[in-house]
Protein backbone atom coordinates (compact mmCIF):
# COMPACT_ATOMS: atom_id res chain seq x y z
CA UNK A 1 0.00 0.00 0.00
CA UNK A 2 1.08 3.82 -1.02
CA UNK A 3 1.92 5.72 2.57
CA UNK A 4 0.88 9.25 2.47
CA UNK A 5 3.72 11.04 3.15
CA UNK A 6 2.16 13.22 6.02
CA UNK A 7 2.08 9.96 7.94
CA UNK A 8 5.64 9.81 8.49
CA UNK A 9 5.81 6.27 9.05
CA UNK A 10 3.52 3.21 9.79
CA UNK A 11 3.78 0.25 12.26
CA UNK A 12 2.26 -2.88 11.85
CA UNK A 13 0.69 -5.13 14.51
CA UNK A 14 0.27 -8.81 13.38
CA UNK A 15 -1.82 -10.98 15.45
CA UNK A 16 -1.94 -14.62 14.21
CA UNK A 17 -4.67 -16.60 16.34
CA UNK A 18 -6.33 -19.55 16.42
CA UNK A 19 -9.83 -19.57 16.18
CA UNK A 20 -10.46 -22.75 18.07
CA UNK A 21 -8.79 -22.09 20.85
CA UNK A 22 -9.93 -25.38 22.89
CA UNK A 23 -7.93 -27.37 20.15
CA UNK A 24 -5.46 -24.76 19.47
CA UNK A 25 -2.60 -22.68 21.06
CA UNK A 26 -0.55 -19.86 19.95
CA UNK A 27 3.22 -19.61 20.63
CA UNK A 28 5.46 -16.77 20.39
CA UNK A 29 5.84 -14.79 17.10
CA UNK A 30 9.28 -13.37 15.48
CA UNK A 31 9.96 -11.13 12.37
CA UNK A 32 13.16 -10.63 10.44
CA UNK A 33 12.96 -7.11 10.84
CA UNK A 34 10.87 -4.05 12.05
CA UNK A 35 7.25 -3.83 11.20
CA UNK A 36 7.43 -0.61 10.31
CA UNK A 37 7.06 0.93 6.80
CA UNK A 38 8.29 4.46 5.46
CA UNK A 39 6.29 7.17 3.53
CA UNK A 40 10.35 8.03 2.34
CA UNK A 41 11.85 6.49 -0.09
CA UNK A 42 12.85 3.23 -0.59
CA UNK A 43 9.41 2.84 0.08
CA UNK A 44 9.38 -0.76 -0.63
CA UNK A 45 9.42 -2.96 2.64
CA UNK A 46 9.50 -6.61 3.27
CA UNK A 47 8.71 -8.45 6.48
CA UNK A 48 8.65 -11.64 7.61
CA UNK A 49 7.64 -13.50 10.77
CA UNK A 50 6.91 -16.41 12.06
CA UNK A 51 4.41 -18.27 14.48
CA UNK A 52 4.23 -21.67 15.94
CA UNK A 53 0.49 -22.90 16.55
CA UNK A 54 -0.05 -26.17 18.30
CA UNK A 55 -3.06 -28.26 16.74
CA UNK A 56 -3.98 -30.66 20.07
CA UNK A 57 -3.08 -34.05 18.82
CA UNK A 58 -5.70 -35.73 20.95
CA UNK A 59 -8.63 -33.58 19.97
CA UNK A 60 -10.58 -35.37 17.45
CA UNK A 61 -11.02 -31.84 15.43
CA UNK A 62 -10.49 -32.47 11.25
CA UNK A 63 -10.41 -29.04 10.78
CA UNK A 64 -8.79 -25.92 12.25
CA UNK A 65 -9.51 -22.61 11.61
CA UNK A 66 -6.41 -19.78 12.14
CA UNK A 67 -7.10 -15.73 11.54
CA UNK A 68 -4.76 -12.80 10.92
CA UNK A 69 -5.61 -9.50 12.46
CA UNK A 70 -3.26 -6.61 11.12
CA UNK A 71 -3.67 -2.98 13.00
CA UNK A 72 -1.62 0.32 11.90
CA UNK A 73 -0.43 2.79 13.72
CA UNK A 74 1.12 6.38 12.65
CA UNK A 75 2.87 8.36 15.24
CA UNK A 76 0.91 12.19 14.13
CA UNK A 77 -1.75 10.14 13.60
CA UNK A 78 -5.29 9.86 15.89
CA UNK A 79 -4.36 7.09 18.30
CA UNK A 80 -7.14 5.28 17.13
CA UNK A 81 -5.63 2.58 14.98
CA UNK A 82 -6.66 1.32 11.33
CA UNK A 83 -7.49 -2.55 11.49
CA UNK A 84 -7.71 -5.04 8.71
CA UNK A 85 -9.14 -8.39 9.08
CA UNK A 86 -7.07 -10.39 6.39
CA UNK A 87 -9.76 -12.65 4.80
CA UNK A 88 -7.49 -13.60 2.22
CA UNK A 89 -5.02 -14.87 4.53
CA UNK A 90 -7.27 -16.93 6.47
CA UNK A 91 -5.49 -20.50 7.41
CA UNK A 92 -7.18 -24.08 7.42
CA UNK A 93 -5.92 -27.04 8.68
CA UNK A 94 -7.36 -30.08 7.97
CA UNK A 95 -6.32 -34.30 8.48
CA UNK A 96 -9.38 -34.91 5.56
CA UNK A 97 -7.73 -34.32 2.65
CA UNK A 98 -4.64 -36.12 3.56
CA UNK A 99 -3.69 -38.42 6.39
CA UNK A 100 -0.70 -36.27 6.65
CA UNK A 101 -2.38 -33.14 8.41
CA UNK A 102 -1.50 -29.66 6.73
CA UNK A 103 -2.64 -26.55 6.28
CA UNK A 104 -3.62 -23.70 3.20
CA UNK A 105 -4.85 -20.86 2.81
CA UNK A 106 -8.27 -21.95 1.74
CA UNK A 107 -9.91 -18.34 0.78
CA UNK A 108 -7.76 -18.18 -2.12
CA UNK A 109 -9.40 -19.93 -5.01
CA UNK A 110 -7.03 -21.77 -7.40
CA UNK A 111 -6.89 -22.56 -10.74
CA UNK A 112 -6.74 -25.75 -12.09
CA UNK A 113 -5.01 -25.79 -16.10
CA UNK A 114 -5.44 -28.88 -18.13
CA UNK A 115 -2.27 -30.09 -19.79
CA UNK A 116 -2.71 -28.88 -23.51
CA UNK A 117 0.31 -30.12 -24.80
CA UNK A 118 -0.77 -33.71 -23.47
CA UNK A 119 -4.22 -34.02 -23.78
CA UNK A 120 -5.36 -31.20 -27.00
CA UNK A 121 -8.65 -32.84 -27.22
CA UNK A 122 -10.08 -33.40 -24.02
CA UNK A 123 -8.99 -29.76 -22.95
CA UNK A 124 -10.26 -28.44 -26.29
CA UNK A 125 -13.66 -30.25 -24.92
CA UNK A 126 -13.81 -28.08 -21.89
CA UNK A 127 -12.64 -25.09 -23.13
CA UNK A 128 -15.83 -25.64 -25.65
CA UNK A 129 -18.45 -26.33 -22.76
CA UNK A 130 -17.09 -23.56 -20.32
CA UNK A 131 -17.10 -20.83 -23.70
CA UNK A 132 -20.64 -21.84 -24.69
CA UNK A 133 -22.69 -23.45 -22.42
CA UNK A 134 -24.85 -20.64 -20.30
CA UNK A 135 -23.64 -22.42 -17.19
CA UNK A 136 -19.81 -21.49 -17.69
CA UNK A 137 -18.76 -23.84 -15.63
CA UNK A 138 -14.96 -23.04 -13.79
CA UNK A 139 -14.64 -19.56 -15.83
CA UNK A 140 -13.25 -17.01 -13.65
CA UNK A 141 -14.16 -14.69 -16.32
CA UNK A 142 -18.25 -15.67 -15.81
CA UNK A 143 -17.41 -16.41 -11.64
CA UNK A 144 -19.09 -19.73 -12.38
CA UNK A 145 -16.31 -21.67 -10.46
CA UNK A 146 -16.29 -25.90 -9.91
CA UNK A 147 -16.79 -27.15 -6.28
CA UNK A 148 -15.03 -30.20 -5.64
CA UNK A 149 -16.95 -33.33 -4.71
CA UNK A 150 -14.65 -35.50 -3.15
CA UNK A 151 -14.83 -39.26 -2.35
CA UNK A 152 -18.31 -40.30 -0.75
CA UNK A 153 -16.65 -40.59 2.59
CA UNK A 154 -15.52 -37.25 2.61
CA UNK A 155 -18.82 -35.10 1.39
CA UNK A 156 -21.81 -34.07 2.99
CA UNK A 157 -24.27 -36.14 0.85
CA UNK A 158 -22.22 -38.85 0.83
CA UNK A 159 -21.98 -38.73 -3.18
CA UNK A 160 -19.82 -41.12 -4.94
CA UNK A 161 -18.44 -39.28 -7.68
CA UNK A 162 -18.68 -42.19 -10.17
CA UNK A 163 -22.28 -42.29 -9.59
CA UNK A 164 -22.02 -38.80 -11.58
CA UNK A 165 -20.21 -40.11 -14.03
CA UNK A 166 -22.62 -42.86 -14.53
CA UNK A 167 -25.48 -40.70 -15.11
CA UNK A 168 -23.50 -38.65 -17.94
CA UNK A 169 -21.13 -41.47 -19.08
CA UNK A 170 -22.99 -44.91 -18.09
CA UNK A 171 -20.53 -48.77 -18.14
CA UNK A 172 -19.79 -49.19 -21.70
CA UNK A 173 -21.83 -46.36 -23.50
CA UNK A 174 -18.27 -45.82 -25.34
CA UNK A 175 -18.25 -49.26 -26.66
CA UNK A 176 -21.85 -49.27 -27.98
CA UNK A 177 -22.61 -45.87 -28.81
CA UNK A 178 -19.25 -43.71 -29.53
CA UNK A 179 -18.45 -41.92 -32.52
CA UNK A 180 -16.45 -44.47 -35.12
CA UNK A 181 -14.40 -41.82 -35.98
CA UNK A 182 -13.00 -41.22 -32.39
CA UNK A 183 -9.70 -42.04 -32.58
CA UNK A 184 -7.85 -43.68 -30.36
CA UNK A 185 -3.13 -43.75 -29.55
CA UNK A 186 -2.60 -47.22 -29.80
CA UNK A 187 0.95 -46.00 -30.13
CA UNK A 188 0.71 -44.55 -26.45
CA UNK A 189 -1.62 -47.44 -24.97
CA UNK A 190 -1.92 -51.00 -26.85
CA UNK A 191 -5.46 -51.42 -25.23
CA UNK A 192 -6.51 -47.77 -25.42
CA UNK A 193 -10.19 -47.69 -26.48
CA UNK A 194 -12.57 -45.23 -26.91
CA UNK A 195 -13.88 -43.39 -23.64
CA UNK A 196 -16.48 -40.87 -22.01
CA UNK A 197 -15.84 -37.71 -21.02
CA UNK A 198 -17.87 -35.22 -19.52
CA UNK A 199 -17.35 -31.34 -18.05
CA UNK A 200 -18.00 -30.24 -16.18
CA UNK A 201 -16.31 -33.43 -14.28
CA UNK A 202 -17.83 -35.67 -12.50
CA UNK A 203 -16.41 -35.21 -9.06
CA UNK A 204 -17.96 -31.76 -8.59
CA UNK A 205 -20.94 -29.77 -7.75
CA UNK A 206 -21.17 -29.12 -11.21
CA UNK A 207 -21.81 -32.44 -12.85
CA UNK A 208 -25.00 -33.03 -14.77
CA UNK A 209 -25.22 -36.14 -12.63
CA UNK A 210 -25.42 -34.49 -9.64
CA UNK A 211 -28.85 -35.11 -7.72
CA UNK A 212 -30.37 -31.89 -6.94
CA UNK A 213 -26.85 -29.90 -8.88
CA UNK A 214 -27.57 -26.46 -10.59
CA UNK A 215 -26.53 -28.23 -13.61
CA UNK A 216 -28.71 -32.01 -13.09
CA UNK A 217 -29.87 -33.67 -16.22
CA UNK A 218 -31.95 -37.04 -16.97
CA UNK A 219 -29.00 -38.62 -18.99
CA UNK A 220 -25.88 -38.22 -20.62
CA UNK A 221 -28.10 -37.85 -24.16
CA UNK A 222 -29.37 -34.41 -22.90
CA UNK A 223 -25.59 -33.25 -22.71
CA UNK A 224 -23.63 -31.32 -26.25
CA UNK A 225 -22.14 -34.29 -27.75
CA UNK A 226 -18.73 -34.24 -29.59
CA UNK A 227 -16.01 -36.58 -30.46
CA UNK A 228 -12.63 -36.23 -31.16
CA UNK A 229 -10.37 -37.59 -34.29
CA UNK A 230 -6.46 -37.83 -35.00
CA UNK A 231 -6.71 -36.12 -38.81
CA UNK A 232 -2.92 -36.16 -38.73
CA UNK A 233 0.24 -36.95 -36.09
CA UNK A 234 0.10 -34.29 -33.60
CA UNK A 235 -3.44 -32.83 -35.22
CA UNK A 236 -6.51 -33.39 -33.13
CA UNK A 237 -10.13 -31.89 -34.33
CA UNK A 238 -12.85 -31.75 -32.36
CA UNK A 239 -16.35 -32.18 -33.80
CA UNK A 240 -20.24 -31.84 -33.57
CA UNK A 241 -21.40 -35.24 -33.36
CA UNK A 242 -23.80 -34.99 -36.52
CA UNK A 243 -25.57 -38.31 -35.55
CA UNK A 244 -27.27 -36.35 -33.03
CA UNK A 245 -29.36 -33.40 -32.62
CA UNK A 246 -27.29 -30.01 -33.01
CA UNK A 247 -26.67 -28.02 -29.91
CA UNK A 248 -28.93 -25.31 -28.76
CA UNK A 249 -26.43 -24.05 -26.66
CA UNK A 250 -28.64 -24.34 -23.55
CA UNK A 251 -27.07 -27.80 -22.42
CA UNK A 252 -26.05 -27.85 -18.94
CA UNK A 253 -22.84 -30.62 -19.79
CA UNK A 254 -20.53 -31.96 -22.36
CA UNK A 255 -20.16 -35.42 -23.66
CA UNK A 256 -17.65 -36.43 -26.09
CA UNK A 257 -16.14 -39.52 -27.28
CA UNK A 258 -12.25 -39.62 -27.09
CA UNK A 259 -9.28 -42.27 -26.31
CA UNK A 260 -9.68 -43.22 -23.35
CA UNK A 261 -5.91 -43.18 -22.69
CA UNK A 262 -6.47 -39.19 -23.09
CA UNK A 263 -9.50 -39.03 -21.21
CA UNK A 264 -8.10 -40.45 -18.24
CA UNK A 265 -4.59 -38.61 -18.73
CA UNK A 266 -6.12 -35.50 -18.73
CA UNK A 267 -7.06 -35.36 -15.19
CA UNK A 268 -5.27 -38.76 -13.32
CA UNK A 269 -2.84 -38.32 -10.74
CA UNK A 270 -2.36 -34.92 -12.30
CA UNK A 271 -5.18 -33.59 -10.20
CA UNK A 272 -6.09 -35.75 -7.14
CA UNK A 273 -2.26 -36.23 -6.26
CA UNK A 274 -0.97 -32.63 -7.52
CA UNK A 275 -3.70 -29.72 -7.79
CA UNK A 276 -6.24 -30.73 -5.27
CA UNK A 277 -3.90 -32.23 -2.91
CA UNK A 278 -1.43 -29.35 -3.03
CA UNK A 279 -4.60 -26.72 -2.24
CA UNK A 280 -5.96 -29.59 0.10
CA UNK A 281 -9.42 -29.07 -1.50
CA UNK A 282 -12.18 -30.28 0.98
CA UNK A 283 -15.98 -30.49 0.67
CA UNK A 284 -17.32 -27.99 -1.58
CA UNK A 285 -14.26 -25.71 -2.13
CA UNK A 286 -14.51 -24.17 -5.56
CA UNK A 287 -11.98 -23.57 -7.70
CA UNK A 288 -11.38 -21.98 -11.74
CA UNK A 289 -10.49 -24.36 -15.12
CA UNK A 290 -8.65 -22.04 -17.05
CA UNK A 291 -7.13 -23.19 -21.40
CA UNK A 292 -4.84 -20.32 -21.34
CA UNK A 293 -3.82 -21.77 -25.38
CA UNK A 294 -7.85 -20.94 -26.23
CA UNK A 295 -7.58 -17.90 -24.95
CA UNK A 296 -7.80 -16.19 -28.49
CA UNK A 297 -10.90 -18.12 -29.63
CA UNK A 298 -14.43 -16.79 -29.98
CA UNK A 299 -17.05 -18.72 -29.13
CA UNK A 300 -19.77 -16.04 -29.40
CA UNK A 301 -20.51 -17.36 -32.31
CA UNK A 302 -23.30 -19.91 -33.08
CA UNK A 303 -20.73 -22.36 -35.22
CA UNK A 304 -17.43 -22.83 -33.17
CA UNK A 305 -14.51 -22.71 -35.28
CA UNK A 306 -10.99 -21.95 -33.26
CA UNK A 307 -7.41 -23.09 -34.57
CA UNK A 308 -4.99 -23.67 -31.34
CA UNK A 309 -1.42 -23.80 -33.64
CA UNK A 310 0.97 -26.18 -32.19
CA UNK A 311 3.71 -24.84 -30.05
Known sequence: MEIDPK?????????????????????????????EWSAADPFSHTAIGKIDHTWSAANSADTLDLSTKISAYSPVANASATRWQADGAQIRCDKISSSTPGCAFYKYIPTWVMNFDKTPPAVAHAWLIQSKLPTHPGSKTANKPLFFLPSADKNAPGRDPDANRKVICPDGWAATYDNPDATTVPEIQSTDKASCDEFAYASTYNSGGMPGGTNEVDTGNDCVQTYATRVAQGQWHLYDDVRQAAPSWTEKCGRSAMSGWINSTSMGGAFSGGFSGKYRLLDKDPYWVDFPQFAHCDASKTTVTCTVPKA
Open 7 to 35: FVSVTLDVRFDCITADVCSNGSQSWDGAL
